[in-house]
C-alpha cells in the first residue's frame, strides 16, 4: 500500500472513531419527557449502575408530585449499538406506587439524544380479588433538557409544600 493511501485509510479510521464517539449516548444529565415530567440522572458507573430523581408531572391522584429515588442499569456500550437500559421508580411520600422502565438511548445525525422507554406502573390494591386493574401501560420519550450551568431538578421545580402552602 503506498504512502498517501494508508494515510487515507488512517484519517477515515480517525473520521470514523470521533463520529462514533460524538454520537455516543450519555445517560447521565436532566431530561424531560412529553408530559413534561423531569429525571435528573447521576453519572452512570462503570459496571453501568445509575441513580437519580425524578419528578412526574402527572399523578394517578391528580395531586402533587414529590421528586423520587430512581434506581437503574445501562448495558455496556458495544460498537454501533446504543446502548439499552432499564430502571425502576419508588415513589416517595406521595404513592405506594412504583414504575419499572425499560429504554433505549438514541442520537440522530444532529446530535439530538432521545430515550425511548415503555413503562410499567404498579399501583398497590386492597386484596387479591383486585390484582387485575393494578399495572398499566405506556410509552415516554425523554429528550435531553439544557439547563443553566448549576440547575438541578430540585432548583427547577417547585416542591409539594411550596406549590399547596397558602398564601401569607
Ligand atoms: C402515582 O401517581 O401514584 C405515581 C406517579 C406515576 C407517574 C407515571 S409513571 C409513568 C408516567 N410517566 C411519567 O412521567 N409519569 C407517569
Known amino acids: 500500500m503506498g ?3 494508508f494515510t487515507l485509510v ?3 479510521a480517525l ?3 470521533i463520529t462514533s464517539a460524538e454520537r ?3 445517560l447521565s444529565g436532566l431530561w424531560r419527557n412529553e408530559q413534561d415530567s423531569l429525571m435528573e440522572i447521576s453519572a452512570v458507573r462503570d459496571n453501568g449502575d445509575f441513580q437519580g430523581k425524578y419528578l412526574t408531572r402527572v399523578t394517578l391522584t391528580g395531586g402533587c408530585a414529590h421528586a ?3 434506581k437503574g442499569a445501562q448495558q455496556q456500550c458495544s460498537e454501533g449499538i446504543w446502548p439499552t437500559f432499564a430502571f425502576t421508580v419508588r415513589w416517595d411520600k ?3 406506587a412504583t414504575t419499572a422502565f425499560t429504554g433505549q438511548c438514541f442520537v440522530d445525525k444532529g446530535g439530538k439524544e432521545t430515550l425511548t422507554t415503555m413503562w410499567l406502573l404498579r399501583e398497590a ?3 387479591l380479588e383486585e390484582d387485575w386493574k393494578a399495572t398499566r401501560v405506556g410509552r415516554n420519550i425523554f429528550t435531553r433538557k439544557r439547563t443553566p450551568k448549576g440547575k438541578t431538578l430540585l432548583s427547577l421545580s417547585p416542591s409539594c409544600e411550596d406549590a399547596t402552602s397558602p398564601a401569607p
Open 3 to 5: 504512502s498517501s493511501a
Open 10 to 12: 488512517l484519517v477515515l
Open 15 to 17: 473520521v470514523a472513531c
Open 24 to 26: 455516543k449516548c450519555q
Open 68 to 70: 423520587s429515588p430512581l
Open 94 to 96: 406521595f404513592s405506594n
Open 125 to 127: 390494591v386492597g386484596s
